[in-house]
């Protein structure tokens, strides 16, 4: 995590948010993004200006088509990766710094959205934790997703993801993999790794057993 944000209240108050179905980002993980509507052009502009702090959060039953109500919790990323396209898009990647619950959105005129984040039920996702799940845990995950990877035709690079720390792999499989956005949130709001896993784990079979197959050829 950045230096700077060691505690929640070191986090600002009011963040404007990005709200899309299906994107979910995680503390550590990396989210890239190709924004090209205008209101989030003036997001990122005022966003780049100031302390690069952008929320990401999915949409909930209620409201409108033009501003569905929003889900309860979230996910607050900076912008460590930026470019623009010769056309005016931006290219930007977002890491995620601290979940978030939306206390309220404030009721700005301005083209995109903003609300009042309370980062303090997430404060210990600023905490460096090198805790790993016990060898059997990480073991039921790893076959898991074999059997759900073999069943959708994807294909991983098995000897990276056998290295990697389980709460990046979980984590970055969480984000990438082609769940339905209310089991993203689920995995979003997980209290702990070990939860997190177990409800990766569960999806994982449920995926297995299922005869769709709409992902992509390769998780990256």
Partial sequence: MPAAYRKAADLPLV?????????MLLPGGQLPLHVFEPRYLNMLDDAMAGDRIIGMVQTRSGGNAARPALASIGCAGRVTSFSETPDGRYMITLTGVCRFAVKDELPVQGPYRQVRANFMPFEDDLVED??????GERQQFLVALRHYLEHRGLAIDWESAKAA????LVNSLAMALPFEPAE??????????SDRCATLVALLEFGAADDSDDAPPFIQ
């Fill in 130 to 135: 090198d805790a790993d799940l016990p060898e």
């Fill in 165 to 168: 720390p389980t709460e990046a």
């Fill in 184 to 193: 993203k949130q689920a995995l979003l709001e997980t209290g702990t790794l």
């Fill in 15 to 23: 963040i404007p948010v990005f709200p899309i179905d299906g994107a």
